[in-house]
């Protein structure tokens, strides 16, 4: 019975999904680790392994000048007491969004309406809430996993069938050093 419900949840949310991007295209330009000047970094924290390849992840940018900001998503109903946020690392659990996936917590909206120059979907799974926040994001560049949403990223990354997230950042980086931006 809940999978019957957040399908049609899921369903509901694509579909308002899609008339709000109907509205506000995004402005798409291809972008590298030397022409990004900010990037956005969304990544499921549920398992908290990922936060510190998050943290090696932001270090690499900070060395590129790249201005970071991460937001984990939990897939929980609640955050727990040691997910606090500053004005790197932001938190969003399933309470902040409602039924039909309507963001309630203003640093996840803030995260969304801001035009990074890059955005990495640093999942190899992605929950539904990352893939939403993933389409509804103002960001020139997407890039993540070849697979998962053909639609979100504008680079997408093959990976082996048993890579982790460790993987996936190390060929992100890889191939945004590579690409090749005139």
């Known amino acids: 019975m809940s999978n019957f ?4 949840r899921e369903k ?5 999904l899609e008339k709000q991007l109907k509205k506000s295209p995004r402005n798409k330009k291809v972008h590298n680790l030397k022409t990004a000047q900010t990037a956005g970094i969304l990544y499921d924290a549920t398992q908290e392994s990922n ?3 998050v943290k090696e992840l932001i270090r690499e940018l900070k060395d590129n000048d790249i201005k970071p900001e991460a937001l984990g998503f939990i897939n929980k109903a609640k955050r727990d007491d040691n997910y606090i946020g500053d004005s790197t690392y932001s938190f969003a659990c399933r309470k902040d969004f409602s039924f039909f996936y309507n963001i309630k917590k203003e640093a996840i909206q803030a995260f969304v309406d801001k035009p990074f120059n890059l955005l990495i979907v640093l ?3 992605q929950p539904f809430a990352i893939d939403y926040l993933g389409q ?3 960001a020139e560049f997407k890039v993540g996993k070849a697979g998962l949403d053909n639609e979100l990223y504008d680079l997408m990354i093959e990976l082996n069938a048993n890579a982790d997230v460790a993987e996936l950042k190390k060929q992100i980086t890889f191939y945004l050093n590579l690409l090749n931006n005139n």
């Open 12 to 16: 509901a949310a694509l579909y308002k």
């Open 5 to 8: 419900i957040d399908t049609i």
């Open 123 to 125: 999942v190899t799974e």
């Open 51 to 53: 936060f510190l390849i």
């Open 136 to 138: 509804l994001s103002k």
